[in-house]
Nanobody, 121 residues
Framework: VQLVESGGGSVLAGGSLRLSCAAS????????MAWFRQTPDGGRQKVAT???????TEYADFVKGRSYISHYPNNTVYLRMGALKPEDTAVYYC?????????????????WGQGTQVTVS
C-alpha cells in the first residue's frame, strides 16, 4: 500500500485546511486509516483514526470538536481541521493498517506516507 498526502501549507491561526491521503496498491485488506503528526519537538501524536468498514472515527483530545476525518471508497482519507493554532504546526502523516483496533494501535501502523508540513502562524 502506498500513501500520498497533500494539502499541507502555511495557515493563519484560526484558519482551516483539509489534508488528503490517497491510498493505492493492495488496499482491499486495509481496515484502519489514521492521521498522525510529528511536532517540532519530535513527538509523534495520533490525531484521528477511521475504520474503513464502518462509521467509527476517533480523535485526539487536542483536535476533538474542530477536526473531521472521512474515508471514501476511492481509498482517499481526508482530515479537515479548523480553528488552527500555532501548536498544530507539525508534519502530518497518513497511515494505514489491515488490522484493528484502529485507535489503540497507536503508532503500530504498517503503512505510512511521506508526510505533509502544516505551519500555523
Amino acid at each position: 500500500v502506498q500513501l500520498v498526502e497533500s494539502g499541507g501549507g502555511s495557515v493563519l491561526a484560526g484558519g482551516s485546511l483539509r489534508l488528503s491521503c490517497a491510498a493505492s496498491g493492495s488496499t482491499d485488506p486495509v481496515k484502519c486509516m489514521a492521521w498522525f503528526r510529528q511536532t517540532p519537538d519530535g513527538g509523534r501524536q495520533k490525531v484521528a483514526t477511521t475504520y474503513t468498514r464502518g462509521p467509527i472515527t476517533e480523535y485526539a483530545d487536542f483536535v476533538k470538536g474542530r477536526s473531521y476525518i472521512s474515508h471514501y471508497p476511492n481509498n482517499t482519507v481526508y482530515l479537515r481541521m479548523g480553528a488552527l493554532k500555532p501548536e498544530d504546526t507539525a508534519v502530518y502523516y497518513c497511515a494505514a493498517d489491515p488490522k484493528t483496533p484502529c485507535w489503540n494501535r497507536n503508532t503500530r501502523y504498517k503503512f505510512w506516507g511521506q508526510g505533509t508540513q502544516v505551519t500555523v502562524s
